[in-house]
């Protein structure tokens, strides 16, 4: 007889099953790929030649517990000079991707049933994450600049009343996923008042900031906190490539050291080694390509949808980042179509159930991503999606 291990599953731990990824369309709006052609190859190669040949004995021992250190050294440096946060190289974390900088704070201060307060609609996996570590997540509706102070105000009161002060606020203030916003200095200013009025931390996810193709960039939220109350977390995988799998976090001295008793495993030295000589020798020029490209890109989806929606839909118009948020018709159901969509015209996007905290709110919308396609490419797939929507009764009249 087979051992059964349903009766010793752990309690806490969602039930779930492994699911073969999903075709793929070739107008792939779906997932948040950069530029494919611009990625760059060569030099991250060269990067890597030259860090093996300098120190690539090194490979040999553990690296140092919080990641690579010259790399380290290089985040607190850039960080610093772009986004107004002094810190030194001893105050970041090295992690794989941003996802496992958020899943180490989710470990360190959340028990089950613990509120963390999002927006009405964030990214899928960080909302993964929460639900996983057991979290009462409460959305918190937003505008064009982002989540709305009152009703945040609101929902913390309302919380702390039933004896449940929410441990955190998760944002991306900058480029947000899927919504696109970013959060004006002001309102910034006036969502830390509301945070520090009830004595809650902010976890600020910053991971897009690099991405802007229009506008001024706004300074971190770290930056105007005079609490020490700010959690910052940032990657590489929009600017280098989701491949490589590197990210960082940096916090308050407390959260630091507890994540550190939580982390598992190492980053890659290895990969470590290639990013951080190449992010010094050349990220900035590289991000600046990039960003003309995508911004090309953008404008091509943005006018695409004039042109085809018309005034069927409502969508965002980002300064950056790689989303377009899509309102269609109220009541149509995008959970339905999704998979049709691709087999049926090989459109992809992702239906906006997957970014709302309920797991309900959002079938009328839908999230677009315009880093992979050509710009030809996505004239061609917004323009078969709109005919695919109108003749499901999807686009208001």
């Known amino acids: ?18 699911v073969t990824p999903e075709k793929k369309g070739k107008y792939d709006f779906a997932v948040a790929y950069p530029d494919p052609v611009s990625l760059p190859h060569a030099e ?19 690296p140092h517990p919080q990641g690579n250190t010259p790399l380290r050294q290089y985040v607190a440096e850039k960080i610093g000079r772009d986004r107004d946060i002094q810190v030194t190289e001893n105050d970041i974390i090295l992690g794989n991707g941003s996802g496992q900088s958020i899943d180490m ?45 009152e009703v945040l105000d609101k929902e913390i009161e309302k919380a702390i009343r039933a004896g449940l002060k929410p441990k955190f606020v998760y944002l991306i203030p900058t480029f947000q996923n899927p919504q696109g916003w970013t959060i004006p200095e002001s309102r910034r200013k006036q969502i830390l008042a509301v945070t520090q009025k009830y ?49 960082y976090m940096t916090a308050p001295q407390l959260i630091l050291d507890r994540v550190m008793g939580v982390k598992s495993g190492r980053v890659s030295e290895f990969t470590a080694m290639a990013v951080e000589k190449y992010a010094r020798k050349y990220l900035d ?77 959002g079938k009328d919308h839908i999230r677009l991503c315009f880093g992979y396609n050509k710009p030809d490419e996505i004239t061609e797939g917004i323009s078969r999606l709109a005919n695919f929507l109108s003749k499901e009764g999807a686009l208001d009249s």
């Open 44 to 62: 991250i190669l060269e990067c890597l030649k030259e860090a093996l040949a300098e120190s690539g004995s090194e490979l040999a021992v553990y």
């Open 285 to 361: 020029a590289h991000i600046e390509e990039i960003n003309n490209i995508q911004r090309t890109k953008r404008d091509a989806m943005l006018s695409a949808l004039g042109e085809n929606f018309g005034t069927g839909a409502k969508w965002s118009d980002p300064d950056g980042g790689l989303y377009i948020w899509v309102k269609l018709k109220e009541g149509s159901d995008m959970v339905a179509l999704n998979k049709r969509s691709v087999e049926e015209i090989d459109v992809g996007f992702h239906p906006g159930i997957n970014y709302s905290p309920d797991g309900t709110s």
């Open 105 to 149: 704070i989710c470990a360190v201060l959340l028990n089950p049933g613990d509120v963390v307060i999002t927006d009405s609609f964030v990214y899928g996996g960080t909302l993964n994450t929460l639900r996983r570590h057991l979290t009462d997540i409460r959305g918190v509706a937003s505008d064009e600049n982002g989540m709305d102070p």
């Open 199 to 247: 004595g809650v931390p902010i976890l600020e996810d910053d991971c897009y900031a690099d991405n802007r193709y229009d506008g001024e960039l706004p300074t971190s939220i770290v930056n105007l906190d005079d609490t020490n109350s700010v959690m910052y977390v940032g990657s590489f995988s929009k600017t280098i490539a989701p491949g490589m799998s590197l990210g």
């Open 1 to 18: 007889m087979a051992f059964d291990f349903q009766n010793i599953l752990a309690t806490h731990v969602p039930e779930t099953i492994r």
